[in-house]
Structure formats: structure tokens, C-alpha cells
């Protein structure tokens, strides 16, 4: 029994961290004003990006660096449609999601002759750990610096009242693009960790939704980092329980097992309708 529970605790911790990683992302971006349903999309940019940089340097340190890469600049591109262009983001966010999955299955092709996943490269081994303590530590060190440091102030200003930010002498839409790479960055990290820590390839599809999990732990979190992190790990609860209880209960089918964590989304989002409120200017272009 003892084993049991160790091993659900390990895979929860391993199951919640690119989850983390992703919603992070999202409580800067929608601090700052801009909804970012693109964390999907950024996610499986990471993921692709990170494997196919390890692929070909045999460095899969340099293939988390690429994967962080590759998320702050679909984050940049975001950014830039959602204040010098003004896209609607809900539009801009969906079509990075579609851009990249596709992207990505185009490039196996392309890169690797074959479709559906790529080949099998080094991965981060064991300091995958570090990555799963260095989530958390992040969530620590983002609430202190949201709540506690002058650049934390203007981000949230920008996501409540960008006005007053103007009339402070700063750009609003400066600081939301700022905001928004750094959220593409995250979850870029989070993709990466998919990929090349967890795993060892990318495979289409191996994102699963989890970017949209992210999202749905932004809003169970109240767009704060410390509440955002403990819905993922809720989440990545119902995710480990699926791999622990597999065999153990012989009624319950599979396909019931893996919608586990996508119902737990589904429970706490309809458990907070309307019960939280979002950043004043969030998704309102300026």
C-alpha cells in the first residue's frame, strides 16, 4: 500500500509539472491583459522544437533551451497580433494552437521522414527532477514578484486599468507583449519537459489538452500563481490516478480512466462560474 501511494505522489509531481509550467504562463499573460488560449499551441511548439534540437545536437539540455526559445516566439507572435494588430485573441490564440499541432506534424515529415512521432533522442534523465522543484520554486518566486516588486505592480495594472498605466508614463501594450513572451516561454518549457524529460520523442498529439487544463487552472487559481500551481497538481492528481488504478479496477473501462483529469477540469471550472472575477482590461484590446 505504501508503495502505492509513493509511486501516486511521483506521478503526480511529474504528471503537474508541465501543467505548472504552462498556467504560470497564463497568469502572466492574462495579468497583464491578454487571454492567452494559445498555451496549447506553445506547449507542443516547445515540445517539437526540444526534440528536434536534441536530435540533432545530442544535447537535450540545448533541446530545453530551443523548446523555451520556440515558445517565446509564438508568445511574441501572439503578443504582437493581440496589441499592435489587435486581433480578436480568442481567434489569434486558436490559430497558433492549429498552426503548431499542424506544424509540427508537417515537420516530422519533413525532419524526420516519418510521420506520428519522431525518433527516440536523449532526454534529461534523472535532472528532470530538478525541472519538476524548479516548477514550484517558480511559482513561489512569480507570486513574490506579481504582489511584491514595481514590474509585478505594472503588469497587473496593464491587466486592470492600462489607462493609469499610461498616465504613470509607461506603455501598456509594451508590458503586454513583454508578459506574453514570457508566458510563451513557460509553457514552452512545459512542452519541453513533455518531450524530452518525461519522455524521450515527440509524438502528434502528445500535448493532450494540457495546455487547455493550464488554462482552466489559471481561472480555479484566481489568475494567481501559488492557487494556479495547486489546481495543477489537483489535476495532475486525476492524471497519475488513471496510471495507478489501471488493472486495479476491472469494471471501470480505459477510456473512462483517461478522461479522469479532463472531468476534473470540467468540475472545477462549472465549481467556479461565476464566482471569480478575471483582470478588468483581460482580452480587451487597447
Known amino acids: 500500500m505504501s508503495g502505492l501511494i509513493a509511486t501516486l505522489v511521483a506521478l503526480t509531481l511529474i504528471k503537474s509539472t508541465p501543467i505548472i509550467y504552462a498556467a504560470l504562463g497564463g497568469v ?7 487571454i492567452n488560449i494559445g498555451l496549447e499551441g506553445m506547449m507542443a511548439a516547445g515540445a517539437f522544437v526540444a526534440v528536434t534540437c536534441a536530435y540533432a545536437t545530442h544535447s537535450p539540455a540545448l533541446g530545453l533551451l ?3 526559445a520556440a515558445g517565446a516566439a509564438v508568445g511574441y507572435v501572439l503578443a504582437v497580433a493581440a ?5 480578436d485573441q480568442i481567434v489569434a490564440g486558436t490559430g497558433i494552437n492549429l498552426i503548431c499541432a ?27 527532477w530538478l525541472l519538476i522543484g524548479a516548477a514550484f520554486a517558480l511559482a513561489a518566486a512569480l507570486q513574490w514578484v506579481l504582489y511584491r516588486t514595481p514590474w509585478g505592480l505594472r503588469i497587473r495594472a496593464s491587466g486592470e486599468n492600462p489607462s493609469a498605466v499610461v498616465s504613470a508614463g509607461l506603455d501598456p501594450l509594451a508590458l503586454r507583449v513583454y508578459a506574453v513572451v514570457l508566458s510563451g516561454a513557460f509553457a514552452g518549457l512545459g512542452g519541453a519537459f513533455l518531450s524530452i524529460g518525461e519522455l524521450n520523442l515527440y509524438s502528434d498529439g502528445m500535448t493532450a489538452g494540457r495546455g487547455f487544463i493550464a488554462l482552466a487552472a489559471v481561472i480555479f487559481g ?9 489546481a495543477c497538481v489537483v489535476f495532475g492528481f486525476f492524471e497519475a490516478l488513471q496510471f495507478v488504478l489501471q488493472g486495479q479496477i476491472a469494471w471501470l473501462p480505459a477510456n473512462a480512466m483517461q478522461a479522469l483529469p479532463y ?23 487597447f
Do not use: C, H, M
Open 28 to 34: 502572466i499573460s492574462e495579468r497583464s491583459g491578454v
Open 222 to 230: 484566481r489568475w494567481n500563481p501559488l492557487g494556479a500551481t495547486a
Open 83 to 87: 496589441t499592435r494588430y489587435k486581433v
Open 263 to 285: 472531468v476534473a477540469a470540467l468540475v472545477a471550472l462549472a465549481g467556479v462560474t461565476g464566482k471569480v472575477r478575471a483582470p478588468a482590461a483581460d482580452g480587451v484590446p
Open 66 to 68: 530551443a523548446g523555451i
Open 102 to 128: 499542424g506544424g509540427a506534424a508537417y515537420g516530422l515529415v519533413v525532419i524526420f521522414d516519418q510521420p506520428g512521432a519522431s525518433p527516440q533522442v536523449q532526454n534529461l534523465g534523472s535532472a528532470y
